[in-house]
Every structure is written in structure tokens, then in C-alpha cells.
């Protein structure tokens, strides 16, 4: 039998029976009970390879596969429920964006800068932009999705300005570093690999949704 085909057995053995010693006494007859006399001798013989109708599975695969099997079906159910976004009947563009990126934000695979200028709750002009993959971990964007809430920029995100009051505020999160002693403008360096985001728009085409 090919490693694929073992593989295969053993998954199949796995999903069929909750313990390894269900499995074992699958394996053993009336007969085999009826000469040993002894559950737990014919259950190391099956165990050994000596005694059984069936694919030989020794424990720490079965209990390794078992494990895994689990795992994958934590975090699959995990998954499901961290997708906040999933779901939704979404019509606004902008949330459908977010919704589509929210996924790869959570598990690393994208990370994503929001730029947004919008007027807050008392009227005011607020801009700045936002490290989406953090956000997600810290806030429940369920009001962002089922549109109970707007998306806007805080004083916590990376950068913030108020443009009635002309409060500014810069901070690095766990995935950017926050450059401000740029003549030219604010710089995001990404801290995984430490490339230079300039989102000054003579370089970089600023849309309400930057991709990084």
C-alpha cells in the first residue's frame, strides 16, 4: 500500500471509531474471545498485528491523526465564526471590500490600510487611516457589516486628524510602524518585512481603500 493510500485508511479508520481501543475491538471476533479468554490480550494481539479481520493502525497514528483531525475542525469552525462578515447582504461597495479582504487580514495572509475622510457623529471632518488586520482584533466589526455603525477613524489608529479642532495623532500598531519625519508625509513601514508604504498622493494613487 502507497504512504497516500495509508493515509486514507487511517482517516477513514479515525472518523469511523471515537477511541483507539473502539477500533481494537472492532477487530476481534467471538472466536478470538472465546480461546483468549482475555479482552485486554486480544486487544494488544490486534494491536501488534497478530490478531484482527483488518487494516493494521498502530496508536500514536491513530491518536495523532485523531488530534489532527480535530484541530482542523476547531479552527474551521473558529474561522466561521470570526468571519464577521459572512453572510451579510452587503450593498454598500466599500463593505463589500472590506468583506472580501476581511478574511486574509485575519489570518495574516493580507494586510490592508484603510483610508477614510468622513464627518463624525457631532458634525465634524475627520480623517485617517486605519490598520484593518488590527482593528478586526480589537473591535466586533458586526456593526460595521449589518450597517448599524460607519467605519471611521479614531485617535487609536494609525494616524487621525481632526480638521475642525486640528487635533493630529500618530501611532504604530503591531503590524506598522508609523514614520512622521518624513518632509513629504506620513510613512507606514509594514514590520513584517519591513517595506515602505508612502501614501503621500504624488506617489500612491489614495483611494478610500489602500491594499498593502
Known amino acids: 500500500m502507497d504512504p497516500e493510500e495509508g493515509s486514507t485508511a487511517v482517516d477513514n479508520i479515525v472518523t469511523q471509531f471515537n477511541t483507539y481501543e473502539d477500533f481494537l475491538d472492532s477487530q476481534i471476533t467471538t472466536v478470538d474471545l472465546y480461546y483468549l479468554e482475555d479482552e485486554s490480550l486480544a486487544r494488544q494481539l490486534v494491536e501488534l498485528g497478530y490478531r484482527g479481520t483488518g487494516e493494521v493502525v498502530k496508536r500514536e497514528d491513530f491518536e495523532a491523526r485523531k488530534a489532527a483531525i480535530?484541530?482542523?475542525?476547531?479552527?474551521?469552525?473558529?474561522?466561521?465564526?470570526?468571519?464577521?462578515?459572512?453572510?451579510?447582504?452587503?450593498?454598500?461597495?466599500?463593505?463589500?471590500?472590506l468583506a472580501v479582504r476581511e478574511d486574509d487580514n485575519r489570518n495574516g495572509?493580507?494586510?490592508?490600510?484603510?483610508?477614510?475622510?468622513?464627518?463624525?457623529?457631532h458634525g465634524?471632518?475627520?480623517s485617517g487611516y486605519i490598520d484593518y488586520a488590527h482593528r478586526l482584533k480589537i473591535e466586533d466589526?458586526?456593526?460595521?457589516?449589518?450597517?448599524?455603525?460607519?467605519?471611521?477613524?479614531?485617535?487609536?489608529?494609525?494616524?487621525?486628524?481632526?480638521?475642525?479642532?486640528?487635533?493630529?495623532?500618530?501611532?504604530?500598531t503591531p503590524n506598522y510602524q508609523v514614520i512622521t519625519d518624513n518632509p513629504e508625509g506620513l510613512l507606514f513601514k509594514y514590520k513584517r518585512d519591513r517595506k515602505i508604504l508612502n501614501v503621500d498622493p504624488k506617489h500612491f494613487n489614495a483611494y478610500s481603500l489602500l491594499l498593502w
Open 70 to 97: 480535530e484541530i482542523a475542525r476547531l479552527a474551521e469552525r473558529t474561522q466561521k465564526k470570526t468571519l464577521t462578515s459572512a453572510g451579510k447582504d452587503l450593498q454598500d461597495n466599500f463593505l463589500k471590500a
Open 109 to 121: 495572509k493580507v494586510s490592508s490600510v484603510i483610508f477614510i475622510r468622513d464627518r463624525n457623529s
Open 124 to 126: 465634524q471632518e475627520v
Open 141 to 172: 466589526f458586526e456593526v460595521y457589516f449589518n450597517g448599524k455603525r460607519r467605519l471611521l477613524p479614531r485617535p487609536t489608529d494609525m494616524s487621525f486628524y481632526n480638521w475642525d479642532n486640528h487635533i493630529a495623532v500618530c501611532n504604530s
